[in-house]
């Protein structure tokens, strides 16, 4: 998978992407915060659009071969009119990217408070810190959280740190260094984050080029908000 500069597209599109597919594959997704506008090019040529759920887990996507993907992937906590953008973008070629990106800014939406709430998140170590720095009370956090992404403040607290670790896994520091670096109270305490978000123990995760080239890619906490 090859990401892109977001160049002209609109300022919810973190990143254009795209994937050929020479022989069958299943490829895995790691959670990465985001959502994407995504179209599928079949062999025949077929294109096929639909918008990718929040992951909450690593998935296996199975790619049929002579297929292509295209992707923008949404900054975390964008609000999409997803009805409203799958209809639209039917109409248009895939590689029409200017026109995507006028579908993408019609279509999509950034909250300012919203990302001012997943900035925070992605910085502090519990729940309770980020509602002292924001200044505002748990319900509120968890409602606000809730409305705008599905997913509750500890959610994302706990993507940050395990995205971090899986950052800091392509080097050459012991995993007991990355636990302490990243917030884990000690390696177990990775060991079972890996696996809860990635399937894969931390040992695994360093030996294989593909995971630790996505874990580069795009997304919540290793981007500016």
Do not use: K
Not at 141 to 164: H, K, N, P, S
Not at 170 to 197: K, M, V
């Amino acid at each position: 998978m090859a990401n892109e500069p977001a160049g002209r597209l609109p300022d919810t599109v973190l990143a254009a992407w795209q994937h050929e597919v020479a022989a069958a594959e299943l490829s895995p997704v790691l959670p990465d915060g985001c959502q994407d506008l995504i179209c599928r090019i079949d062999a025949s040529e077929q294109p096929h659009w639909f918008v990718s759920p929040l992951a909450t887990g690593t998935d296996h996507v199975a790619c049929p071969p002579g297929s292509r993907y295209l992707g923008f992937r949404l900054h975390p906590g964008t609000r999409i009119d997803a009805t409203g953008l799958l209809a639209a973008v039917t109409t248009r070629a895939p590689d029409a990217c200017n026109e995507i990106g006028n579908l993408l800014a019609d279509f999509t939406r950034r909250d300012p408070a919203t990302q001012e709430i997943l900035a925070t998140l992605a910085e502090v170590a519990t729940p309770a810190a980020a509602r002292q720095r924001l200044g505002i009370r748990e319900r509120t956090l968890e409602r606000l959280c809730r409305r705008d992404t599905g997913q509750t403040a500890g959610f994302w607290i706990a993507l940050a740190r395990v995205r971090r670790a899986a950052v800091a896994i392509d080097s050459e520091l012991p995993l007991t260094d990355i636990a302490g670096l990243c917030g884990y109270a000690d390696q177990a305490h990775l060991n079972r984050a890996f696996r809860r978000w990635f399937a894969a123990s931390p040992a695994q995760f360093r030996r294989s080029p593909q995971l630790l080239s996505l874990a580069r890619a795009s997304g919540f906490a290793t981007d500016p908000i």
